[in-house]
């Protein structure tokens, strides 16, 4: 089954979004495998974000995410990559659709309160980077009938 990484970044924590954001992925019906909260270290945030190790945003985004806790998700479901960015909506939050996280609750680009993967091998990527094999759970939804046909 398909898995996929998401964050909320310290802005969304901040501003009282994670209760907000963890119920529309469960009520889209994906399903939660693992959950932690933590104070991410500048090493994991420079690898987290080492694609853009040579954009000029770069050290402010590290210094970003580092500044406060993070609430770290990997979610599963058919799709479960591509539909949960369709969730998070356009990168830059004024562009993002309404309906979507970034356009229902930001403003600005550098607080756009949430990270998910990009690609079925990112997340794979990623998934490992923040989680241990153990902190993950496999379960079955009991809803399954009533979602996939
Ligand atoms: P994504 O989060 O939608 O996948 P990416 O292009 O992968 O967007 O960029 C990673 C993160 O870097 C963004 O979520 C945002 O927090 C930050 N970022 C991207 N572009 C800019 C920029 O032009 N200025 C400031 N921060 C940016
Ligand atoms: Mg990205």
Known sequence: ????F????????????VGEIIH???????TLVGLKFLKVSRELAEQ?????????FFS????????GPVAAMVW?????????????GATNPL????????????????RNL??????????????ALWFKEEELVSWQLQLTPWLYE
């Open 48 to 56: 987290h974000y080492d694609v853009h190790r040579e954009r000029p």
């Open 95 to 110: 562009t993002a659709e309404p309906g979507t996280i970034r356009g229902d609750f930001g403003v600005s680009i550098g």
């Open 114 to 127: 949430i990270h998910g993967s990009d690609a079925i091998e990112t997340a794979q990527r990623e998934i």
């Open 6 to 17: 998401i964050a909320i970044k310290p802005d969304g924590v901040q501003r009282g979004l």
């Open 60 to 67: 402010g985004l590290v210094e970003f995410i580092t500044s």
């Open 24 to 30: 529309r992925f469960e009520s889209k019906g994906f």
């Open 1 to 4: 089954m398909e898995r996929t």
């Open 76 to 88: 599963e479901g058919d799709g479960v990559v591509a539909s949960s960015r369709k969730l998070i």
